[in-house]
């Protein structure tokens, strides 16, 4: 049995140099990869369902962090989860135009849900993560200053997965502040 991981995690800035009275805008994106990725199909969730198995939930965190001899944390860090829901529906309106499928998957991001039509858009939604950290550049303070994020993920026992958890760094980015 192979492994899951976490995708090199990318640092998107919205510009390279700030004035201490703005906000730092930084993306963080990043996929959980591997045997949970693709473990997470139709045939094993229709499996699960059948086997009362019908939630699925993701836990992951993410942390905005500044290098150097007095690490930082920047922004909110990030600690929530992603709940899959599978579930039989007849419901005229999820027919997928190739076969008869009865068997759906419900995500719910931030506690908003999502059906999607097809195995790929259902595990985008559950496994690729972009999310926004906003700070003050007064907390940084004038400077160069490099940053990091660190991410992790854990999720419990399943039919079609056993119990696991992955962490990641990122490489670091810098910016200046004015």
Known sequence: MGESKISVIELV???DEYSLDE???INVQFLVEGDLRNA???ANWTKAYNNNDVSFKLKYGIKLTTSGLRKKELGRTIDTYRKAAIF???NPKLV???KNRRIWVQIAKNF???IRLSEEEVRQELFDFNEKFVFKAS???KGKHKIGAEAFASWQKHDFIGTGSVKNSSSEIEIKIN
């Open 13 to 15: 800035k919205s510009k």
């Open 23 to 25: 906000n730092v805008e």
């Open 40 to 42: 997470f199909n139709e």
């Open 88 to 90: 039989w529906t007849r």
């Open 96 to 98: 997928n135009p190739m």
């Open 112 to 114: 908003e849900p999502f």
């Open 139 to 141: 907390d940084l303070g």
